[in-house]
């Protein structure tokens, strides 16, 4: 065989082998899908990778849509609306029960901390879509009478109540619940590795493809504003959900003098305590949301001590001292986060 056969055949070889190679990278290539958009009152923002390149959007957006006309205050006919100007709704979505089961099990385990019957106290105070007034001890003890989540009852078809006056109001959970639902979509699409945030509130499953760890999501400082944030902490995520809760920007002033939109359920009063903010780290985002916000009424030391007592909830406290700001980490996440001074 002459040298001019050998490299033809040789440059077949080749060429063959490169074509083979090739195919086999792009059969086993990766894409980062990066969405974003606005639901529920604030922006949403999804990362995932996806063997097939696929644009999730179009579904995503139509599931919080849907969601949306189940727990939204903000729309007159969704059902939660419906329940708050009347007295019995009938579940035409699969969302109301699941938000309401959780509830529950968070308001008892709480003590009431947690509780979404604060709908009036949230209007009166002038942090819902409702007319804000002036509030003193007589209004809030008159508030008072028609809160507390054993005035709702429900069945698996239905919810009611014996006081037209008592409403709902699931801000404090519906953003985790709606990340939730997210990523059982996103993973109903074969789809591995994600990181959902709403507001947020983040589910991250998985890792980074792209920079091979596990995701990280950022603790905003106390002392930032919107027009100059910065981080207190990093948070390593993978296969794990996590929820802020913290007194950072939803506050109005008023004659000098800023109240917060913590409220307790119990007192009927803005929290004013030395917690500064709560992320709460669990299996569901649900789970965290509603914990975080526990976690903001109960306080620092009641928060500790309640950590103790539950085996899935992790969290990362930040808190004001005589000397400054400091920071609590539960050992189940401790490995994971890196504190800024």
């Known amino acids: 065989m002459n040298n001019r056969v050998k490299n033809a055949i040789y440059s077949v070889v080749l060429v063959s082998l490169v074509f083979i190679v090739w195919k086999y990278r792009q059969s086993n290539s990766i894409h980062e899908i990066r969405i974003e958009g606005k639901t529920m009152g604030t922006t949403y923002h999804i990362t995932y990778f996806d063997k097939?390149?696929?644009?999730?959007?179009?579904?995503?957006?139509?599931?919080?849509?849907?969601?949306?006309?189940?727990?939204?205050?903000?729309?007159?006919?969704?059902?939660?609306?419906?329940?708050?100007?009347?007295?019995?709704?009938?579940?035409?979505?699969?969302?109301?029960l699941p938000v309401l089961e959780k509830s529950e099990e968070i308001t008892t385990l709480s003590e009431g901390a947690f509780d979404p019957t604060v709908m009036p106290l949230v209007n009166a105070w002038g942090f819902g879509p409702g007319r804000k007034m002036k509030i003193d001890s007589v209004q809030v003890d008159s508030i008072m009478e028609f809160v507390g989540f054993d005035k709702v009852q429900f069945n698996r078809d239905s919810i009611w109540k014996e006081d037209k006056r008592v409403q709902l109001d699931f801000s404090a959970i519906a953003k985790g619940y709606g990340v939730d639902e997210v990523a059982n979509l996103i993973?109903?699409?074969?789809?591995?590795?994600?990181?959902?945030?709403?507001?947020?509130?983040?589910?991250?499953?998985?890792?980074?493809?792209?920079?091979?760890?596990?995701?990280?999501?950022?603790?905003?400082?106390?002392?930032?504003?919107?027009?100059?944030?910065?981080?207190?902490?990093?948070?390593?995520?993978?296969?794990?959900?996590?929820?802020?809760?913290?007194?950072?920007?939803?506050?109005?002033?008023?004659?000098?003098?800023?109240?917060?939109?913590?409220?307790?359920?119990?007192?009927?009063?803005?929290?004013?305590?030395?917690?500064?903010?709560?992320?709460?780290?669990?299996?569901?985002?649900?789970?965290?949301?509603?914990?975080?916000?526990?976690?903001?009424?109960?306080?620092?030391?009641?928060?500790?001590?309640?950590?103790?007592?539950?085996?899935?909830?992790?969290?990362?406290?930040?808190?004001?001292?005589?000397?400054?700001?400091?920071?609590?980490?539960?050992?189940?996440?401790?490995?994971?986060?890196k504190i800024n001074p």
């Not at 179009?58 to 708050?84: A, C, G, H, M, R």
């Open 52 to 96: 097939e390149g696929r644009n999730l959007k179009p579904q995503i957006d139509s599931l919080l849509e849907v969601f949306n006309q189940s727990l939204s205050t903000y729309l007159k006919e969704s059902e939660v609306s419906l329940f708050n100007t009347g007295n019995v709704v009938h579940f035409r979505l699969p969302f109301f």
């Open 187 to 337: 993973r109903s699409q074969g789809i591995n590795d994600w990181f959902v945030e709403i507001g947020g509130e983040i589910s991250a499953f998985g890792k980074n493809q792209k920079l091979d760890k596990p995701w990280e999501a950022g603790v905003l400082h106390p002392n930032s504003t919107y027009e100059n944030q910065s981080f207190k902490a990093y948070v390593q995520l993978q296969d794990k959900a996590m929820a802020t809760s913290g007194n950072y920007f939803n506050y109005y002033e008023e004659n000098g003098k800023k109240y917060a939109h913590t409220i307790d359920p119990s007192s009927g009063y803005t929290i004013r305590h030395e917690l500064l903010s709560a992320s709460v780290f669990a299996k569901d985002c649900m789970t965290a949301d509603a914990w975080a916000t526990a976690f903001m009424v109960m306080g620092k030391k009641k928060t500790i001590e309640k950590l103790e007592q539950l085996s899935d909830v992790d969290a990362f406290l930040i808190y004001s001292t005589d000397k400054g700001i400091e920071t609590f980490v539960s050992d189940g996440m401790a490995s994971a986060i």
